[in-house]
């Protein structure tokens, strides 16, 4: 399995990443941040699965460029993911003639731009071979993160989340876990924030780790720019041996029980 956290800035790339995208085995998304400005319209268009994890818009922002630079007329389209909440909130805040036009209305006239595949509980979907399973974290708005599991190799991509249970027992069930990439926004001093928020700072990230098999792999993502360097030595100072900073084009790669980068 491959993973590639897509670059969201014009500069210095590798370390600044202001909105969420993550590319599996280069035909599976999940969140739609940066996804519409990775590559060309070519490149893109090989994207068919989407798979959100909540509707804020440093994850979905660029979804409808993505599936403008995605459509060709031969019937085929993108399938986008997610939980109901979720895609009733992309229907009814981007594609409503307002923000964008309505590419869902579009898709049942002409060849389709996207496809709605409502998530049910927590039932694996399959996409490419991956099998994608959607489970609800603690944020703001109806959220979940996905543990995907490619034969015997699986990997769970937390999106944004406070601090949370269910994810963390579904993950000691999982066999061949590998890896867990998950948030570390706001700095130590900045609690207050990201207790409101539904966010993670690194003592919080310690206190989530701690519930996590501990063999695991963990990749720490989706850190806010403005306080990267501070969030990274508030990290380092953890002195957790699993934990690495996560960078953006950069290629993980998971198989046969080992892990590379």
Not at 42 to 56: C, D
Request: glycine share 6%; with cysteine; charged share 20%.
């Amino acid at each position: 399995m491959r993973v590639l956290i897509l670059g969201a800035s014009v500069q210095n790339t590798a370390r600044q990443q202001y909105a969420s995208s993550y590319l599996v085995n280069g035909t599976v998304a999940i969140d739609a941040g940066c996804l519409g400005f990775h590559g060309s319209p070519q490149e893109q268009e090989t994207i068919r699965h989407v798979f959100l994890t909540h509707s804020h818009s440093d994850h979905t922002a660029s979804l409808p460029i993505f599936l403008e630079n995605a459509w060709t007329p031969t019937g085929e389209c993108p399938r986008i993911y997610g939980i109901p909440e979720t895609l009733e909130s992309v229907q009814r805040h981007i594609f409503n003639e307002v923000m964008w036009p309505d590419f869902v209305a579009l898709s049942r006239r002409m060849h389709p731009f996207l496809l709605l595949c409502p998530l049910d509980g927590e039932t694996p979907v399959l996409a490419d071979g991956l099998s994608v399973a959607a489970i609800r974290v603690h944020h703001q708005v109806p959220t979940v993160s996905y543990v995907i599991t490619e034969g015997q190799t699986a990997i769970i991509i937390a999106g944004d989340t406070g601090p949370t249970e269910r994810l963390w027992e579904v993950a000691h069930r999982t066999a061949g876990l590998q890896a867990i990439f998950l948030e570390a926004c706001f700095p130590n001093a900045m609690r207050a924030v990201a207790e409101t928020s539904y966010h993670l700072t690194p003592e919080m990230f310690e206190q989530e780790v701690a519930k996590m098999p501990a063999e695991v792999r963990v990749v720490a993502t989706h850190i806010k720019v403005r306080y990267r360097e501070e969030i990274i030595s508030e990290l380092q100072a953890l002195k957790l041996p699993q934990v690495e900073i996560g960078e953006c084009e950069k290629e993980y790669r998971f198989s046969d029980g080992l892990a590379r980068q």
